[in-house]
Nanobody, 114 residues
Framework: QVHVVESGGGSVQPGGSLRLSCVVS????????MGWYRQAPGQQREQVAW???????TYADSVKGRFALSRDMDKNTLYLQMNNLKPEDTGVYYC????????WGQGIQVTVSP
């Protein structure tokens, strides 16, 4: 059975940093792409950053230069380093993994407020 587990959320002040982690237990299936999405209250879920099967990384324009995605391919682990956080970064962050079928984590809260 495939499991996607996020960790590392929390509350910070504007300008602060957080690091999110996502571990995929793939039950032996190959993991192709992995990435992070977020959903703010009352808004649609949006992609934050994505790593392809070849570890090519793309970012949403709103987080470029502030967020950094990294991936340990051997451990099926994904990290999102979030720096210079802004109130508009507040939301539930979800890890998504592509194993030929998409699998989502349960989500983790990130709150940025004074």
């Amino acid at each position: 059975q495939v499991h996607v587990v996020e960790s590392g959320g929390g509350s910070v002040q504007p300008g602060g940093s957080l690091r999110l982690s996502c571990v995929v237990s793939s039950a032996g299936f190959p993991v192709y792409g992995m990435g992070w999405y977020r959903q703010a209250p009352g808004q649609q879920r949006e992609q934050v950053a994505w790593s392809t099967a070849g570890n090519t990384i793309t970012y949403a324009d709103s987080v470029k230069g502030r967020f950094a995605l990294s991936r340990d391919m051997d451990k099926n682990t994904l990290y999102l380093q979030m720096n210079n956080l802004k109130p508009e970064d507040t939301g539930v962050y979800y890890c998504k993994a592509d194993l030929g079928i998409y699998h989502w984590g349960q989500g983790i809260q990130v709150t940025v407020s004074p």
